[in-house]
């Protein structure tokens, strides 16, 4: 909804990922055969749009996504299932046009009250002590070859800035990228490092509330075509391969 953005940090949407469009279509499969009859995506590498509709042969729902390449992150899925017809959105979005109501409610809505849930969880109590090492990184897998893409560095700063009291300032471009971002609505900040070409690393600052963190990795996240979000611990000592060439 239009009004999220303006509740930024207090209020947070759901970002769907590829997993969740083929978990909710799995889970759908209770109600009939599940059929697509359009799909929209986004090309990372130019930022272009991908739209198939199909009247005919409707394809099932992992017949669909398989068509959307490592390059691509899925936007919309319409599809139908049993009597039930119903449009999935990957900014947390769904719309229920006809059909079974209440499976509506357990299936659909249901999925996107777990992962909101599973979400908060994740990005909850992040914020770091004076002082005291990081014990947690956030890590955001990329699609191969998105992170060594000259564009990712210009791509992350503009997801960043574009939004409502957000700035960015660059440590370090090259070879590696280390920049800090800061949401003055509510003063977190982050260090934002890609180190390597498959992953982004999250370090949370002094202050880093759960709001901010969800508007931030979901605005690099839509930006660089995010595959997963994750918590890891960081190694109390730092192996030595990391360190020196080998």
Do not use: C
Request: glycine share 8%.
């Amino acid at each position: 909804s239009s009004w999220i953005p303006r509740a930024h940090p207090h209020l947070a949407g759901v970002i769907l990922n590829r997993n969740d469009f083929e978990a909710l279509g799995d889970l759908l499969a209770e109600l009939g055969d599940v059929h697509v009859n359009r799909m929209t995506a986004r090309v990372l590498r130019d930022g272009s749009s991908y739209s198939r509709g199909w009247s005919e042969m409707q394809p099932g729902h992992r017949e669909a996504l398989s068509e959307t390449s490592e390059g691509m992150i899925v936007n919309s899925l319409s599809l139908g299932a049993g009597s039930s017809s119903i449009h999935l959105r990957r900014s947390a979005g769904a719309t229920f046009y006809k059909g079974d109501w209440s499976a509506f409610v357990r299936i659909v809505l249901g999925h996107l009250a777990g992962a909101a849930a599973e979400r908060r969880r994740m990005l909850s109590g992040l914020s770091r002590e004076r002082s005291a090492p990081v014990a947690e990184t956030l890590v955001m897998d990329l699609q191969p070859d998105v992170a060594a893409a000259p564009s990712t560095r210009k791509r992350i700063l503009d997801a960043i800035n574009d939004l409502r009291g957000a700035r960015t300032a660059v440590l370090h471009a090259n070879p590696y990228l280390h920049l800090i971002a800061t949401d003055h609505l509510d003063g977190s900040s982050f260090d934002i490092l890609i180190t390597d070409d498959h992953r982004l690393t999250i370090v949370p600052g002094l202050r880093a509330s759960t709001g901010s963190l969800a508007r931030v990795t979901d605005a690099v996240g839509l930006a660089l075509g995010m595959d997963e979000l994750r918590l890891e611990a960081v190694p109390e000592e730092i192996p030595a391969t990391e360190v020196f060439a080998v």
